[in-house]
């Protein structure tokens, strides 16, 4: 994830300036009159800081330990005393390991136990004179830091989670106007195929060659639907932007593809007062279409549209197949989807068998919808 990937190049920076810093700092002390920063003393700050900042992205306790060690003990050794370099290399080694540490004991239990050792040598040291500070100094340049590390992470932790839950909503919803649209062909070439496999006239090899293409069609819509299953959430929202073709289009479509399919009514579309309400009518005549093609093909479709006031109704039949039906299991995902357009235009959906051996998709939508808004 691009917001806890750590900044590489930003960290060397800071470590050569810490490991140049406290260097410098050394080495003014001891020509200020300071012997005991000289040396050996110059020589393990150094060395402490640069394997400090080495280590931690991959050993982050340890770095913490390294911290103690040389500030903690600095201050029992000096009495107090702690160089201005070094406080702010515990400030930064604390920090960046609250920030990027995916662990959050281990620097802890090594923070604790540094706490309590130092303060009793501190205490044995220089007679139980500075104790006190020592753990004040310990909360302030350690604790506080690492505090503000962990807050941008979980920060950046949830910012990084909205970002890929938009995109999977994203993804979801071109899967699933990809099982629309794309099933929706896919249903019509079926069918042409179905109807050509029994047309009279034509030669065995044609009508093999016409029941082969409708297999495949067939199975090529069960591969789609099981995509669009793995893809669409739990709780997915119904597109809302108003269909580029009327339903009169979709209904056309269908007819020049063989389908036996007349259109009763007509619906407004495209004058924008209504989008949601179109798009919904649009998928739900577009999937109603799609099932009847599959699982009742030869059959006569009727699509009608009645509008009023209060709203519109809409209502897909079909009878009995007279071609054979594709086989297969059916994802449900078709009817679910129609049941959440009608749900987002504010309307309702029903669905099932009719006398005769029949199929209806019956949907009524308000001609106004508000969607409420939770506070």
């Known amino acids: 994830m691009s917001l806890l990937r750590r900044p590489r190049a930003l960290e060397s920076i800071l470590a050569g300036l810490l490991v140049v810093a406290v260097g410098a ?34 050993h982050p306790a340890v770095a913490v330990a390294l911290v103690s060690a040389l500030v903690g003990g600095t201050v029992v050794v000096n009495d107090g005393w702690i160089l201005i370099s070094y406080v702010a290399f515990a400030v930064v080694v604390s920090f960046l390991v609250g920030r990027w540490a995916e662990q959050v004991w281990p620097p802890a239990v090594v923070a604790a136990v540094a706490v309590v050792t130092l303060t009793v040598l501190d205490a044995v040291v220089n007679d139980g004179g500075v104790q006190v500070a020592m753990a004040g100094n310990m909360i302030i340049f350690m604790a506080l830091p690492w505090l503000s590390g962990r807050y941008l992470r979980q920060v950046a932790l949830s910012h990084s989670t909205e970002i890929e839950q938009a995109q999977l909503t994203e993804r979801a919803r071109i899967a699933q106007e990809m099982h629309d649209s794309l099933g929706h062909e896919l249903s019509l070439i079926a069918l042409r195929a179905g109807a050509l496999e029994v ?30 299953g793995v893809l669409r959430p739990a709780a ?28 009763e009514g007509s619906l407004e579309e495209g004058s924008g007062a209504t989008p949601v309400r179109d798009a ?64 987002a235009a504010g309307g309702t959906l029903r669905h099932g068998p009719v006398t005769g051996g029949g199929f209806e998709v019956v949907a009524d939508l308000p001609a106004h919808h508000r969607r409420e808004v939770v506070l």
């Open 25 to 58: 700092e050394h080495l003014y002390m001891s020509g200020a009159g300071h012997p005991q920063w000289s040396g050996w003393s110059a020589l393990v700050g150094v060395l402490g800081v640069a394997l400090a900042m080495w280590v931690r992205p991959r």
């Open 236 to 263: 997915e929202e119904a597109p809302l932007a108003p269909a580029a073709a009327g339903i009169g289009g979709l209904v056309e479509r269908a007819r020049e593809s063989g389908m036996d399919v007349r259109l």
């Open 199 to 228: 047309a009279p006239g034509l030669s065995e090899r044609h009508q093999l060659a016409a029941g082969a293409i409708r297999t495949a069609a067939a199975g090529a819509t069960e591969r789609l639907g099981e995509i669009v």
């Open 280 to 343: 919904a009518a649009h998928r739900i005549v577009q999937e109603a279409l799609t099932n009847a093609a599959r699982h009742a093909p030869g059959s006569a479709v009727t699509v009608s549209v009645d509008t009023g006031a209060s709203g519109v109704r809409l209502s897909v039949s079909n009878g009995r197949a007279t071609l054979p039906p594709r086989a297969g299991a059916t994802s449900g995902l078709g009817l679910a989807g129609l049941e959440e357009a009608a749900r």
